[in-house]
RNA sequence: GCCGCCCUAGCUCAGUUGGUUAGAGCGCCAGAUUGUGGCUCUGGAGGUCUCCCGUUCGAUCCGGGAGGGCGGUACCA
């Protein structure tokens, strides 16, 4: 493919791609309807570097054998290991902990920007993507999850999802830590496998997971996962307690009481979801919008309390027409245990995190493309290359008035810039040929008008000899012509 | 990480039971149309058939290895 073997070949490295403007200008639409939202409930706006030292990352530190197990690592000049950051709630923790003397407490902040895993990618997992968070540092208060979550709730719809097209399902740790408690489970790698268990409720049915809170499950591959090891009677109550979920929040509560109430953790766990309720039910957010639900995990270790994923409801279609679930596009939760890494000291903290370019495929998927294709610019014909700077004059003219202009730069025929502005999906093509300088007039062809009669024309001959919306007319009148054109289109 | 499938033009893919000039469609460039985007027609550019080693008189094709891609599974802050 390539016949010099010193040239590079022309690729991105895997995981990593490249957006043309129609998703970019999709995703700074969301970016921006968000920020807009969480700017009005009070939470300001923070970037932190793209590199934190290793360290800071926690438990993805790496070691001399793996320097890049899970993160992107390098070691610095002073041999200190930095990597870049995995996701925002790590760097906040660090900036939180390093500010904490002077900041506002509670801290109120969001934040975007591109975060990098070195892992597998995958279909619509990239190794390079940007997430958008926010977050509350220092407040213990349950009403900082409801506010979380009600605000979640608010941004999604400002970027574009059809009101009651997502659900936040919400979930306490310590419900099921007080149900493993009870059910005599005492060590941690036993519970996290019983959390990795539930998680995958939705993807297994009741039956996978109970094999993998049991002994384990050979899955069609005929790869093996291991079990949690728990005895029957146990998994049992484990998946009914991921069943408890139905209904308005109220009566899921109760329901969930008769399952893990009693043990403290529990009743803790029970009190916090109560107050969020409340909360929720204060801030106008109703049971379609949020809604209690037992088998939300999250698989994260450091979540100590609230745990909550948005989820889309809408069916969607895949390519092949086949309906699909689009899942998680966004979650978040409590986890009063991060900031302590650093100051020694327990700082309860919450927040929300989702994937932007998930959430821009999500409102495609609903129907909602913000992107449409991205205009081109006025073109404006090159002729003589003597006479560029008449053409300049004119590109000038029409920027003035607000409308994007260029100057074709190339070297190439009249055709191939016709051609040219076509595929830029210009409005207009501007052409100041000699006719047109001497006669201090101009001539102004409106393409669109063109790509929907070239349907109706099947003669070459004909095409050419219509010359479709194009008019010759006094200079003075060019970008009057050009607003025309752009607000019929 | 583990399992499976795949790798021929920019893209999607034919093909050669191992034999001399490897094809198509789409795309790209140009001409028909010397100042005009679409359609049509004509012409053109573009390939060490992923790489290395082996078998063979001869390998894009057979065997081994490596790399890359895809799918599943595990992990997922």
Redesign the pocket.
Known sequence: ???D?NRPEARAP?GFIDRRARDVVAERAILAAVSGVYERWGFEPLETGAFEYADA?GK?LPDADRPNE??FALQDDDEQWMALR??L??PLARFAAQNWETLPKPFRRYAFGPVW???????GRFREFVQCDADTVGSARPEADAEIIAMAVEGLEAAGLPAGSALIKINNRKLLNGLMSAAGVADEGQK?AVL?AVD?LD?LGPDGVRLLLGEGRK?????F?KGAGLNAAAAERVLAFTAAGAGDRASTLAKLADVVGGSAEGDEGLAELAAIDAALTGLGVAADRATFDPSVV?????YTGAVFEAELLLSTLDEKGQPMRFGSIGGGGRYDDLVARFTGERTPATGFSFGVSRLASALKAAGRDLAKAARGPVVVIAFDQTRMADYFAVAREIRAAGIPAEVYLGS?????Q??YA?RRLSPAAV?V????LAAGTV?V???????V??SK????AE??EQ????QTIPRGELTAALRRILDAG
């Open positions: 493919m390539t016949s073997p895997r990352l993805f899970g993160v995995y996701d709630t790590a895993r070195n892992e597998k990618p995958g279909p996290l990795r995958k993807r899955d069609e591959s005929g790869d996962t999250r698989g994260l270790e450091y190439s025929g009249m055709k191939a016709m051609k076509d052409i040929g000699e006719d047109e001539t062809k409106d393409l669109d008008l063109g790509r009669l070239a024309v099947a003669d070459n095409w050419r010359r479709p919306g194009q």
